[in-house]
């Protein structure tokens, strides 16, 4: 089945209407504007203060923002871009543009200059709605230049084009749109362009009825409902596919409150604030937390201190509130595997850490049932994502729940699909007896070495990352003896290696931290060195995608030309020259 939507191309076969009208996304908002219109829904911190809205007060604005849309007259279907970091006025612009009748297009705030420019070429929007960033970042102000931008209330006025309109002027004078308009469930609600760890991004198109069904997909965790009320703090990026899935469509059908975050510096204030009854985050911050617990208290010493009964109950306790996760009733990994022992770590905090899976393409589809749990699997299928292993050990999923297609690349929407019907993820898995799904790597970083054992580069980051010694790691090796590791050190460690005594002990704990690894490994996954760059991997520098991934592309691209002089070099740790 093939489908043109607008100058889209779909080639989802299992692109269908099976949801009732009830359950998509338009029809639930005017649900809970009526259901719940007295009832907290969204908590801004903004310059120091907290602002709140109701369901009621929060519907007000987008209705008077929807109607300030539609009286634009924009060709219905046109593109609205979303630009800018998670805030109240993020949601609101998105159900105003799909209540106006147009597509929402979020892009990520801390995307480079030429991808910004790229995306905007490609997507062409009418308007784009502007908030706030960590930085001033001129590139948006250049790639908002010619059409409309609406800046809204947190919006830093460096990254504003000066004909900008502002939101809170807009409001000031617009009746709010009285109709409750509707959108059929296989219209084109958004496109959500993927993070770029493999290259260009690629516009994932989805449907009203997908994303439902990605706030649908997690009622199975919730077989007795959820309370009157959780808290969820939303700070990864809702241009990605998880905190969209996660926090926008949850809240769609179940009671939450969504707080957000100011800035980075406020970020553990706004999370305390919070006080989350469901936390959801990705594994490279979930070490980062764990680091500053062993900061305060050495990893020996606190294990120790967890084995004894009374003290150990006192000790959980204490490292959760300090977190600020002592209401915490699900703490959740995504974006990519959490290493193992990270999982066991927390739950031996007392929290009930789950796995879920999905990609831009699919939404989630994977986590797992109450009771069900097992570590290091990411759970059972959404019933709305029917899930094979190929021959290949690739992952495969069909259901309505996967995109349309990508938007205005047809040949990559015909290769994405087999013939009949499974979106190929790219990703290597395995499914036990109880139809769980295990993550064991990406088909394309799989490699060969010149003994032609092939080497899963997936495995050996996990260990090297529960180390707690690297903010960063890559493991490469392809037609070499044995594989290799190029790493970043984490904080700490960067700073002890500032004089030569620190950079000797640091280099010692590395040595046995590759003997340690080692030990654990096939003889064909042994590394043969560790490569420690001292430059940081950062969103800004083009080695960590906007969702905190490894861009191992990037690193090839810098690195490849050197890899066989550091192997003949003979050394088992080496340190790159800082560029």
Not at 145 to 155: K, R
Not at 387 to 409: C, D, L
Not at 496 to 524: D, K, P, Q, S, T
């Amino acid at each position: 089945m093939e489908l043109i939507v607008g100058d889209s191309f779909c080639s989802n076969p299992a692109a269908t209407s099976v949801l009732s009208p009830r359950e998509l996304p338009l029809q639930r908002l005017y649900a809970f504007e009526r259901e719940r219109a007295s009832m907290r829904f969204l908590v801004q911190p903004i310059h120091g203060m907290v602002q709140e809205w109701t369901w009621g007060e929060t519907m007000l604005e987008v209705r008077r923002m929807a109607a300030w849309l539609k009286a634009q007259n924009w060709p219905p279907g046109s593109r609205i871009m979303i630009l800018g970091k998670n805030s109240a006025w993020w949601l609101m612009a998105d159900f105003a543009i799909w209540m106006a009748g147009y597509v929402s297009v979020p892009l990520f705030p801390a995307a480079s200059s030429q991808t910004m420019a790229a995306l905007c070429d490609h997507c062409e929007p009418v308007a784009c709605f502007l908030g706030r960033f960590d930085n001033p970042i001129p590139a948006a102000r250049k790639a908002t230049d010619s059409f409309v931008s609406i800046a809204c209330p947190d919006a830093d006025p460096a990254s504003i084009p000066a004909h900008s309109l502002h939101w809170n002027d807009l409001l000031a004078t617009q009746p709010p749109m009285e109709e409750s308009p509707l959108r059929a469930g296989m219209e084109v609600a958004t496109i959500i362009y993927t993070s770029g760890s493999t290259g260009q991004p690629k516009g994932a198109i989805h449907s009203f009825q997908g994303l439902s069904m990605m706030g649908l997909s997690m009622k199975p965790q919730f077989p007795e409902g959820l309370p009157e009320t959780d808290r969820v703090l939303s700070y990864l990026p809702l241009a990605h596919i998880a905190e969209r899935a996660l926090i926008e469509m949850n809240a769609l059908f179940s009671p939450l409150e969504i707080y957000f975050v100011e800035n980075l510096e406020k970020f553990p204030a706004d999370l305390a604030r919070a006080q989350s009854t469901i936390f959801f985050s990705v594994p490279r911050l979930y070490a980062r937390f764990q680091q500053k617990v062993f900061e305060r208290v050495p990893e020996k010493r606190l294990r120790l201190l967890l084995a004894l009964p009374l003290v150990g109950a006192l000790t959980r306790r204490k490292i959760r509130r300090a977190l600020s996760l002592d209401r915490t009733r699900i703490v959740a990994g995504g974006g990519a595997a959490t290493p193992v022992e990270l999982i066991r770590w927390y739950r031996g905090l007392g929290l009930n850490f789950i796995e879920g899976y999905g990609m831009t393409e699919t939404g989630i589809t994977h986590v797992p049932l109450p009771g069900t749990e097992r570590v290091g699997f990411v759970g059972q299928a959404s019933p709305y994502a029917e899930t094979r292993i190929s021959p290949e050990g690739e992952i495969q999923i069909r259901g309505a729940m996967n995109m349309m297609g990508y938007f205005r690349n047809p040949e990559k929407s015909h290769t994405a699909f087999t013939p009949d019907g499974f979106l190929c993820t790219g990703d290597r898995g395995e499914i036990d007896a109880e139809g769980r799904l295990r993550l064991i790597g990406r088909l394309k970083e799989e490699f060969k070495t010149s003994k032609g054992k092939y080497v899963y580069p997936a495995r050996i980051e996990e260990q090297m990352t529960v180390t707690g010694m690297f903010e960063g790691v890559a493991v490469f090796g392809e037609g070499f003896n044995q594989p290799f590791a190029l790493a970043v050190l984490s904080p700490e460690r960067r700073d002890a290696c500032l004089n030569a005594n620190g950079r000797a002990e640091v280099e010692a704990e590395l040595e046995a931290c590759l003997e340690r690894i080692n030990a654990n490994l096939e003889l064909a996954e042994r590394l043969s060195f560790i490569a420690v760059s001292q430059e940081p991997w950062t969103i800004e520098n083009g080695y960590l995608t906007p969702t905190l991934k490894v861009r191992r592309f990037a690193l090839e691209q810098r690195y490849s030309s050197q890899f066989q002089q550091w192997e003949l070099a003979g050394r088992r740790i080496l340190w790159l020259e800082a560029q």
